[in-house]
């Protein structure tokens, strides 16, 4: 099991290597988000970022691990820099695999419980330790989702209002501060590709035509994802206007949380994923 702690050790040693790390901000209980970059911060750049259902906390190492791929292959061809983001919701994954007994807030710990309708195990919790579902707090078409929940939750609740959570306001003002030309979500599960998001007909062909690469190069299925508001994916394409692709990763035969034995057939058809969309979004770009 891929921990925050585990997290923090492996950005550790990115920066031991030379690498630049840093943190995007900080969770409800004062976590840091950390990033890490290799490439060129002076042309285009992609973020990938991981984790931020809690849950789905296997992303977490796929990101690390995509992340030493990209640092072991630097001969390869990089038209610009990845930021990876590994975990975006480090108190809700602690909670997902310790339970409530790291906190030291008995309230808290109590509201939880009562959250999770008194139960102890949170092993299938998604959300951050406000009980929002982080996925479902950004301003695109929010609060308007066929899933979307309007009290805390173990999932699907969309918080007081958009951006109301720390993780979800960090997210938001790293993406805007490096202006990134594409964006990639790491979920599990279900081998599936969701790229489409209130687009124009222009946008749309080009975001299809980089979806059908994924799906070329993982095996994925493309789908839609109507009926989903709320998303980073779905910010990024109506505020930014730029490319974003939510993954699915796993076999959906497998349940949550997603087994890590099963890690090998998660990690390598996406293991060099981040170069070769960022090397197509580039190249798109140029040719306009």
Not at 33 to 48: A, S
Not at 123 to 133: E, F, M, P, R, T
Not at 195 to 223: I, K, M, P
Not at 247 to 274: A, R
Request: glycine residues 8%; aromatic residues 10%.
């Amino acid at each position: 099991m891929f921990r925050y702690e585990d997290l923090l050790e492996e950005v550790a040693e990115f920066s031991r290597r030379g690498v630049e790390t840093g943190e995007i901000g900080k969770s409800v209980l004062g976590r840091s988000i950390p990033y890490v970059f290799i490439g060129d911060k002076t042309k285009p750049c992609l973020i990938v970022q991981g984790a931020i259902h809690a849950r789905e906390h296997i992303t977490a190492l796929l990101v690390v691990c995509q992340a030493k791929y990209l640092l072991k292959n630097s001969h390869l061809k990089l038209l610009g820099g990845v930021y990876f983001l590994p975990m975006t919701n480090p108190d809700g994954v602690k909670l997902c695999q310790e339970g409530v007994g790291f906190l030291k807030n008995k309230q808290l710990k109590s509201n939880l419980i009562a959250i999770n309708r008194g139960k102890t195990d949170f092993s299938l919790w998604k959300a951050n330790v406000n009980g929002v579902d982080l996925n479902t707090n950004f301003d695109a078409c929010w609060g308007e989702g066929e899933r979307n929940v309007f009290c805390k939750a173990s999932e699907n609740y969309v918080g007081k209002q958009p951006f109301c959570e720390p993780e979800s306001q960090a997210l938001r003002d790293f993406t805007l501060q490096v202006s990134p030309v594409c964006t990639l979500s790491y979920h599990a599960k279900g081998e599936q590709i969701f790229w489409r998001f209130c687009q124009d007909q222009e946008s749309l062909a080009v975001h299809r035509r980089l979806a059908e690469g994924l799906a070329n190069q993982t095996g994925y299925q493309l789908v839609s994802g109507e009926g989903s508001c709320g998303g980073y994916k779905d910010w990024c394409i109506q505020t930014l206007q730029i490319p974003a692709f939510t993954l699915e990763v796993g076999n959906d035969k497998f349940s949550h949380p997603f087994p890590y034995k099963q890690f090998d057939n998660v990690y390598f058809p996406n293991e060099d994923i981040p170069r070769r969309l960022l090397n197509s979004v580039v190249t798109i770009n140029q040719t306009e």
